[in-house]
């Protein structure tokens, strides 16, 4: 099996790349947990992206024991550390400590370069290219196997399966 993280700025097209790969390669993909955590709080603190990154990597474990080939997650702990360090200027150990023992085959940044669409859950429309570098930086750091997706769905679509054929 291999393990696939979809991972980048908010509003950078995730999910829509999560749920394209996932009916390509037919196999399922693991949400981002934190949607489901924040829409049912009104506010949220820096010990609320402790749980959500437990919560995250439950998830993500229980999908690996019904995956088949690869296992797509639409978002990874490197996005819950990079939000914690944008939003409150620091991150807990713990989420720093599972960041660095996270490893996928392949992470797939997707870059910020369409409009941003505001939703009850998005908060930085104009910090998405620091955002973005934060994201290269940290995957650099980690040694990570990653493509940076860029242009409309059907070009990222394309790029993240030569990627993943071309590392097979």
Not at 48 to 53: E, F, G, M, S, V
Not at 74 to 99: H, M
């Amino acid at each position: 099996m291999k393990t696939i993280s979809i991972t980048g700025p908010e509003s950078s097209g995730k999910t829509t790349l999560a749920i394209g790969l996932s009916k390509l390669l037919k196999e399922n993909f693991v949400k981002e947990y934190a949607r489901n955590y924040l829409n049912k709080k009104k506010r949220y603190t820096i010990t609320d992206l402790n749980t959500i990154a437990i919560k995250q990597l439950r998830k993500i474990e229980e999908a690996e024991s019904k995956t088949n080939n690869f296992l797509i997650t639409d978002t990874s702990i490197i996005d819950i550390q990079i939000w914690s360090e944008i939003k409150y200027n620091k991150c807990s150990n713990k989420i720093k400590a599972k960041a660095n023992k996270e490893y996928f085959d392949y992470y797939l940044l997707c870059k910020p370069d369409f409009p941003w669409i505001k939703d009850s859950l998005r908060e930085n429309p104009n910090k998405r290219t620091e955002i973005f570098i934060a994201f290269i930086n940290a995957l650099k750091k980690k040694n990570a196997n990653f493509i940076i997706l860029k242009g409309n769905h059907l070009n990222r679509l394309k790029s993240a399966l030569n990627f993943i054929k071309k590392k097979l």
